[in-house]
């Protein structure tokens, strides 16, 4: 069993539409959780990160994690073309005073205008 | 204000051969990583240098090396190179090693084939 699972899509919406990517973890060590965004040939870059249980916002995204089901989601509101990309999830756990960060196969997203 | 740089962006070689890969931080910045990701995969953690020195290392052969020069540019060397090391390398950069997040910056990659 892989210690992050997610779904690879693709995920393929209408622009305005409400988008849930989710990923689950084995690990209850993870301390940080993390959404990076990758568009095609390029690098991943970091949308968001939270180390507790609850709901963090900002702008149209929404990251959620639950640490009793090992379950986190990254919500996009009124999603537009431009959200079209891979989005991984990752987490961190403490390893040797360093974090040792795993990052999700990542979801492919389409939005379609 | 540069991002990671890294070069080159394609590269092509056969099984057997030796690649050096070059990366250079964001300004500011004095710690490196390094990652492969496979196609439709994640990145995988490679290894982390910081002042000159691999400090952590994820599960990856020997063959895999690196180097970190004073200027905090590093490079990444494959040796003995096989098909599965078909791959986009990645290099990540940030400011010091023990801070609580992973607030690192990545470059745009470079895709190795391996024929």
């Known amino acids: 069993q892989k210690e992050v699972e997610q779904d690879p899509g693709p995920l393929s919406v209408p622009e305005g539409a409400i988008v849930s990517l989710n990923c689950t973890y084995s690990?209850?060590?993870?301390?940080?959780f993390m959404w990076y965004r990758q568009y095609s040939r390029k690098g991943p870059e970091l949308l968001m990160y939270?180390?507790?249980?609850g709901n963090k916002e900002d702008g149209r995204f929404t990251a959620q994690v639950d640490k009793s089901s090992k379950y986190i989601s990254l919500f996009i509101r009124d999603s537009q073309p431009s959200d079209s990309a891979t989005y991984l999830c990752a987490m961190s756990v403490p390893s040797g005073g360093y974090q040792k960060v795993t990052f999700g196969t990542g979801t492919k997203l389409q939005v379609i205008p | 204000d540069a991002g990671v740089t890294q070069s080159p962006t394609h590269l092509i070689k056969t099984r057997g051969q030796q690649v050096t890969l070059r990366c250079s931080p964001k300004s500011g910045h004095d710690t490196v990583s390094w990652y492969q990701q496979a196609l439709g995969q994640g990145p995988q953690f490679i290894f982390q240098?910081?002042?000159?020195?691999?400090?952590q290392r994820g599960n990856f052969p020997d063959r895999f090396s690196g180097h970190q020069f004073p200027n905090y540019s590093s490079e990444l060397n494959v040796n003995a190179l096989l098909l599965g090391d078909s791959a986009l390398y990645l290099c990540?950069?940030?400011?010091?090693?023990?801070?609580?997040?992973?607030?690192?910056?990545f470059g745009p990659g470079t895709r190795l084939t391996v024929l």
């Open positions: 240098y910081y002042e000159e020195e691999e400090r």
């Open positions: 690990n209850s060590a993870f301390q940080y």
């Open positions: 990540a950069s940030r400011e010091g090693v023990r801070t609580g997040i992973d607030t690192q910056y």
């Open positions: 939270t180390y507790s249980s």
